[in-house]
């Protein structure tokens, strides 16, 4: 759909959220992030989904991935190279703290898996979050990149 505001052109697209482009600018609509409790095994598409993911680990965890057939379907990446992305936000504070995405069925995982716990210090190495991208690489499978 596309609607005049001013000299911009709008182009409203709906999938998960709504975006809104202005000239080369992409404004969107953030859902509700999701607070994984300190005891989550698993990172489902449902989780994904909302964008944002935290969790405040009381010791290291290792979070399960979803499968590649649940996360093409329940990401809706309804063809090769649709892709979906995410944070994983580490609230810890506690040095020992980790967080680490495990594989699953149909997953290749391309980069460091693993989201620290925050340091505050000025020369800290571990902000606490990590940006990952999901993408659909077969109708069976996905892979995930650490993006940053």
Request: glycine share 8%; aromatic share 6%.
């Amino acid at each position: 759909m596309l609607k005049y505001i001013g000299q911009h052109i709008v182009s409203i697209v709906a999938r998960f959220t709504s975006k809104v482009y202005f000239d080369s600018i992409v404004l969107t609509t953030q859902l509700d992030q999701v607070n994984l409790a300190n005891t989550a095994t698993a990172l489902t598409a449902g989780n994904i989904l909302s964008g944002i993911v935290t969790c405040t680990p009381n010791d290291d965890e290792s979070w399960q991935l979803d499968t590649a057939a649940n996360l093409i379907s329940g990401l809706s990446l309804t063809g090769d190279n649709f892709s979906y992305d995410f944070s994983v936000i580490n609230l810890s504070t506690g040095g020992a703290n980790n967080i680490t995405l495990a594989t699953h069925t149909g997953l290749t995982l391309v980069g460091n898996m693993n989201i620290h716990a925050q340091d505050a210090t000025d020369d800290a190495v571990s902000i606490g979050s990590g940006r990952f991208r999901v993408r659909r690489t077969s109708s069976t499978a996905v892979t995930i990149y650490r993006l940053s």
